[in-house]
């Protein structure tokens, strides 16, 4: 399995960027994709995940209301709609698949077997 981040960039303070995450290889019915991020001197942070058959969602508390995941199917993509984008927004946003797609862990970054290399997501004025 592969995946390849990309999407991110500049925006000002209440812009929008729209990340996208492509997978490639083996897929899995019961598998979930999520998007995590990490701001320099912190802890990796859960920021969404959607379960791909049943497209079932969940989103970190911080982010909540300000961005959705979703799939589309026919390209193996999950993408991540940012809205009302805030400068401690800033990180560099990485999508990752849990093969098992385990509900109870779907927030925990060790839960994830493979990793996209990662897309910087910069918000300032």
């Known amino acids: 399995v592969q995946l390849q981040a990309s999407g991110g960039g500049l925006v000002q303070p209440g812009g929008s960027l729209r990340l996208f995450c492509a997978a490639s290889g083996r897929t899995f019915r019961q598998s979930t994709i999520g998007w995590f991020r990490q701001a320099p001197g912190k802890e990796r942070e859960f920021v969404a995940a959607?379960?791909?058959?049943?497209?079932?969602?969940y989103y970190g508390d911080s982010v909540k209301g300000r961005f959705t995941i979703s799939r589309d199917n026919a390209q193996n993509t999950v993408r991540l709609q940012m809205t009302s984008l805030k400068p401690e927004d800033t990180a560099v946003y990485f999508c990752?698949?849990?093969?098992?797609?385990?509900?109870?862990?779907?927030?925990?970054?060790?839960?994830?077997?493979?990793w996209g290399q990662g897309t910087q997501v910069t918000v300032s004025s």
């Open positions: 990752a698949l849990d093969v098992n797609g385990i509900l109870s862990s779907i927030r925990q970054a060790g839960a994830y077997e493979y």
């Open positions: 959607i379960r791909w058959a049943a497209q079932h969602t």
